[in-house]
């Protein structure tokens, strides 16, 4: 395994070793390496001649007042996790080299950019677009591998791809989960043992939404109001959104007659959390 910091000398070598018939695989991540970035580079393993694994902790997509300071950064344990996983390359660039004195020019998804986790952190997915577009730019990969966990990114990349017709596959790969439910999220780690606890009310929730289609409800309203009751239990937790939306443009759904999304964004103090499930109709 090659850590690599420069874009060019990575560009320089995965053209060198990728030739004509690419095969790159890469799984973009801001490190603090667990189990659900994890089950993104195996999948990208099986599939690819070549993984790239990125580790940047993205200034670009963090508003005034988040924790890109206190972003945990264990480095060497997730090097050492890339190596065990059989990557070949672990792109580490620092902000200075992305993002150059006199750096202006960033990538705006329309409209889906500004709803959900869109309106509560205004830039944060202008940055995770800005920063995809270079990924793919510098890597060239042939798959993209993302997690459902972060759902909207996730649309909001396709969206891109497809738009700027950039050569790559995007593979979206399920949310992993801790065995109570919790989906698995770097940020974990700012929770205390009550928050942690208190925070399977979440995985709750959106498993309550499911059984209430699967009871028959259709309205979303009575949905959202069923989870809101439940989240609002737990006195810590701050609710940003419920929501139950479409999967293309992330529209509010009234009566679920069709596959939908249901998402939502809970603060527990300063942490933020966000978890999702999808509604099959048919
Ligand atoms: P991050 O390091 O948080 O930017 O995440 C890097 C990639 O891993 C993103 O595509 C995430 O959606 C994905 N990811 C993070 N947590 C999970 C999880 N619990 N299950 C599946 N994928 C995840």
């Known amino acids: 395994m090659r850590v690599i910091r420069n874009p060019r000398k990575l560009n320089r070598i995965l053209e060198r070793t990728s030739g004509n ?124 591998y993302l997690g459902q966990k972060d759902a909207q990114q996730a649309i909001i990349i396709k969206r891109m791809v497809e738009d700027l017709n950039f050569p790559v596959k995007v593979k979206i790969m399920p949310i992993v989960r801790q065995k109570d439910g919790l989906a698995l999220s770097s940020r974990n780690v700012y929770l205390n043992k009550k928050q942690r606890f208190d925070a399977l009310v979440l995985s709750k929730a959106l498993s309550l939404a499911k059984s209430l289609f699967k009871a028959g409800v259709r309205d979303s309203s009575r949905i959202i109001n069923r989870m809101r009751q439940l989240i609002n239990r737990k006195k810590q937790a701050k609710i940003d959104y419920l929501a139950i939306v479409d999967l293309e443009k992330l529209e509010k759904i009234k009566k679920i007659d069709r596959n939908c999304l249901v998402a939502l964004a809970v603060k527990f103090g300063n942490t933020r959390l966000i978890d999702n499930t999808v509604i099959n109709y048919a």
């Not at 508003?63 to 945990?72: H, I, N, S, T, V």
């Open 21 to 144: 018939r690419k095969n790159i695989g890469l799984v973009p991540t801001m490190g603090a390496l667990h189990l659900g970035h994890l089950s993104l580079i195996k999948q990208a393993r099986r599939e690819n001649n070549t993984v790239v694994v990125s580790i940047f902790v993205n200034p670009a997509q963090f508003g005034a007042g988040e924790d890109l300071k206190k972003y945990p950064r264990p480095l060497n344990r997730d090097l050492a996790l890339c190596r065990a996983a059989g990557v070949d390359f672990v792109f580490l660039p620092n902000a200075k080299i992305i993002y150059p004195r006199g750096y202006s020019t960033f990538v705006n998804v329309e409209g889906l950019s500004n709803l959900l986790c869109g309106a509560a952190r205004p830039g944060h997915f202008r940055g995770v677009a800005t920063i995809v577009a270079k990924l793919l730019n510098i890597i060239g990969p042939s798959v993209l």
